[in-house]
């Protein structure tokens, strides 16, 4: 890695930085934000016809649907979309400075770049890159690009032999997630993850090693130094206390945990604020420093996964892929991107198990809060709900995003119920079910065995 591209990610990050749109880390809300490149080919919606409701220019689309566009002109609008389907380059010429606001406007709602992302998605689903299904215009177009350039670094290369060559790999892997293959073009390859942490350290391809300083203040932690990751009851605390029912692990809602596994120390969760804050919220603070023992650790659990799915045991490799996430994501060893290099890990190796990976739904935050046998059991249930073969891509996209949905209605009725007494009530609702098992709230769950099935896939 050379020092010139090392300061392009650098500068990269900076102007990414000034115009960021406050994602947030869990890249939750659904917008566009795949980029478009010069020779991607355009494509308007089918039977889109533009109209004019006095100065309103607004594309109306057969089922009903419109979409108000504002402040081009509505000749030079009339016009780019008369050129359709064209490359992006030939728009921007059509539309010179209002193409900006034109793709904003319009980019992934009439008009699509279809080509660009089928080739992405025939490499590898954009949902196993993502927490939730969604569009593929959510993903991250370089994200999508370097992370399957980690796939097929994963897939080709034997396993790593020791603590050493482990490192090694993580070090390469993280490189390439942000940077993208030297070969690829620059910037149009750089990707910066959304946590805050990646963003004050661009430092592809190396470790974050500094320990966390905290101070107690009375009745009260701050803390001063190092890596924190943000530990939120996502959903609410009534979900988080339905889930800890069902793994019988209550302490996964303490306010302060410590964990350790084969007496390895895995980081502890603590409800803190740094000294420029004002309130304290739950952080999880991953072990510091880094030992061989984290990383034999690792190694340990990516064998047996590797073996294990090896002699087909669906049940033995799943237990191994969720201990193996569980330490990746605590331990924390990169400044940015854990979570997106732990499940290209996973989903390589449930891919040759079941045809097809899982969305990375909230498996993190799970694992910053449950002990390891618990994690385990709500891992399993993640792939008992979410891996599910379908004879087409698209059925598959269809299928999980109305999961989504389910989910969602699922969480939200939850979170407005009046007591823990009346959400668990809502467990045996009929109409309800189905989200209770897609949240991990499942009883009794098996490995699903798609043997039979045609995943529809290479």
């Known amino acids: 890695m050379s020092a010139a591209r090392v300061n392009a990610y650098r500068a990269f990050v900076v102007q990414e930085e000034a115009s960021s749109r406050g994602d947030g880390y869990l890249f939750d809300t659904p917008r566009c934000r795949f980029s478009l490149e010069p020779g991607d080919e355009l494509r308007l919606a089918p039977g889109a016809q533009l109209r004019q409701e ?33 490359s992006y380059s030939a728009l921007t010429l059509q539309l010179g400075a209002f193409a900006p606001s034109f793709v904003e406007q319009a980019f992934s709602k009439i008009v699509f770049a279809p080509h660009a992302v089928a080739e992405l998605e025939l490499e590898l689903p954009s949902l196993e890159l993502v927490r939730f299904p969604g569009s593929p215009y959510e993903v991250v177009r370089s994200y999508w690009r370097n992370s399957i350039a980690v ?180 331990v924390h060893p990169l400044p940015s991107a854990n979570q997106s290099l732990s499940m290209s890990f996973v989903n390589v190796v449930l891919r040759r198990l079941f045809g097809v990976g899982m969305p990375h739904l909230l498996l993190d935050q799970l694992a910053l809060r449950f002990e390891p046998r618990a994690y385990q059991s709500l891992f399993a249930r993640a792939v008992q709900a979410w891996i599910a073969p379908w004879p087409s891509p698209a059925e598959r996209l269809r299928h999980l995003m109305h999961q ?28 309800l079910q189905g989200g209770a098992e897609l949240s991990l709230l499942g009883g009794r769950l098996r490995l699903p065995d798609h043997s039979d099935e045609d995943p529809g896939f290479d």
């Open 404 to 431: 989504r949905q389910e989910l969602n209605a699922f969480v939200h009725e939850v979170g407005n119920a009046a007591s823990l007494l009346e959400a668990r009530a809502l467990l045996l609702t009929e109409p």
């Open 151 to 330: 796939r097929r670094e994963l897939e080709t290369r034997p396993l790593p032999q020791g603590v050493a060559s482990l490192r090694a790999l993580l070090l390469e892997l993280h490189e390439l997630m942000l940077l993208g293959e030297p070969s690829s073009g620059g910037r149009s390859s750089f990707y910066l993850p959304a946590s805050l942490l990646g963003r004050k350290r661009p430092e592809p391809g190396t470790f974050y090693e500094v320990p966390t300083g905290l101070e107690r203040r009375g009745g009260e932690t701050l803390l001063t130094s190092g890596a924190r990751v943000s530990a939120p009851l996502l959903g609410g605390a009534l979900y988080w206390q339905l889930l800890a029912e069902s793994v019988n692990d209550d302490g996964a809602l303490a306010a302060e945990r410590e964990l350790t596994l084969d007496r390895v120390p895995l980081g502890q969760l603590v409800t803190a604020r740094a000294k420029q804050e004002r309130v304290a919220r739950p952080w999880f603070l991953p072990p510091r420093p880094l030992t061989d023992a984290h990383f034999e650790g690792l190694l340990h659990s990516l064998e047996q996964a590797h073996a294990a799915q090896r002699e087909s045991d669906r049940a033995a490799a799943v237990q191994a892929l969720a201990l193996f996430h569980y330490r990746f994501v605590r």
């Open 54 to 86: 006095g100065t309103q220019s607004l594309v109306q689309l057969p089922g009903g649907a419109r979409l108000p566009i504002a402040g081009i002109p509505a000749e030079k609008l009339r016009a780019a979309l008369a050129k359709l389907p064209c």
